[in-house]
Structure formats: C-alpha cells, structure tokens
C-alpha cells in the first residue's frame, strides 16, 4: 500500500491540533534514531593512547612506537603498534610488535605472537582479540622490534591508561 504525502498529511490532520501529533512523532522517532547513532559510536570508538615512544634511528631508519587500547562490544582490545617516524616505507622483515593486556594489578591478561612485516610498509599493527572481565581495569603495553642489520633490537611502549571493561 503506497500512501501519498497529501494523504500522509491529510491522515495527520485531526480536531486536537492539525498537524501537530504528526511533527511530534516524527520528532520522537528522529531523535530516538540519533540517540541510538550516538550511544553506538560512543562504545565502538572509545579508545586510549600511550605517548608516543621514540626509538632513534636503527640500521638508517628512525622509528617510533606506541599502545593503544580500545573498548569494544566484546571488551576491551590491545593493541602494538610501530612505525617510521617520518615519511617513506621501510623492507620487509625491518619491524615486529607484540601486544599485550594487563590488569590493573599489573598482570599480564592476554598476549599476542610476534608478528613482523611481510613486504614494504610505513608501520604494523599487532592487535589482540577483545576479552576482559566485566567491571575490571585493564591497560595496554607492548613489544617492538627493528632491524640493526644483524638481529633485531627490542623496545617496549609506554602504558596506555586504565580503561573499565564493561
């Protein structure tokens, strides 16, 4: 059944008020649709950094590397990442991370395998699925790797802040 808008409008017409019951539900409906938008993005983006760690130059590349922890509809998520500290790639195999998740106590939660990168790259991300335990604190710090020509050099990030699982 396909209504018209003069029919909507005309159907929106009563003895109380003219249009107005109309403009009010659509009003309602309106904001119960943003609201809903919000709330959604307010958990799915919710997320804290460490600062920046700067790691210098190694094997004629400068770096830099960071956590990063993200609450999520499933909890919260750690996350490692490093890259280049200025602009341009660097080889295959030159950068690993490892992340980790810690309590509040300082406990490791969960972590990741290594993971180094597998062609030319700006920066890698190593990131862990989300978990937690409700109501609890957790925070992120991770491992990262560069190559000296020789092996790799290790460094880690700064913690992020707490951030409450629910």
């Not at 956590?67 to 990442?81: D, I, K, N, P, S």
């Not at 300082?106 to 180094?116: E, K």
């Not at 190593?126 to 710090?141: A, D, E, H, R, T």
């Amino acid at each position: 059944m396909v209504i018209s808008i003069k029919e909507l409008v005309y159907r929106g017409q009563n003895k109380r008020g003219g249009f107005r019951l109309l403009r009010g539900k659509l009003k309602v409906m309106f904001c119960s649709f943003i609201l809903g938008i919000l709330l959604s993005i307010g958990v799915a983006a919710y997320a804290v950094t460490s600062d920046w760690y700067d790691i210098g130059t190694v094997y004629g590349y400068p770096y830099r590397n960071q956590a990063e922890a993200f609450l999520t509809g499933g909890g919260v998520q750690a996350t490692t990442y490093i890259e280049r500290s200025t602009a341009g790639n660097v080889p295959s195999g030159y950068l690993g991370a490892q992340a980790f998740m810690y309590n509040s106590s300082g406990a490791i939660y969960n972590a990741s395998n290594w993971v180094y990168n597998t062609s030319t790259v700006h920066g890698l991300y190593q990131v862990l699925p989300s978990g937690g335990i409700n109501g609890q604190y957790y925070y992120s710090k991770g491992l990262t790797q560069v190559w000296n020509g020789n092996g790799y050099n290790q460094y880690s990030t700064y913690r992020t802040p707490n951030v409450l699982c629910q």
